[in-house]
């Protein structure tokens, strides 16, 4: 069994899914889709069955990811 730690953005309409790990991605039309993608790209990409693919989803929120490195620089001014 292969296990992998994928990511989930929205990405416009579409969901983009990666698999850091072999710097693989593809696309869901639903969230509840994007862990049979990260399953179903990375069977592909290892030629295995999608059966032997274990994964970890984590979801991603943009907006957020821009306000850790600000949130982090006034935690350091004000310490």
Known sequence: MTHVDATVTRDG????????????????????DAEDVARE???????VPEEDVSVTLTQVRPDLQKR????????????
């Open 13 to 32: 309409q579409w969901w983009l899914v990666e698999v850091p790990e072999f710097d693989i991605s593809g696309q869901a039309a639903r969230l509840t």
């Open 41 to 47: 790209i990375t069977a592909l990409w290892l030629d």
């Open 68 to 79: 850790v490195p600000e949130e982090r620089g006034a935690r350091r001014r004000f310490s």
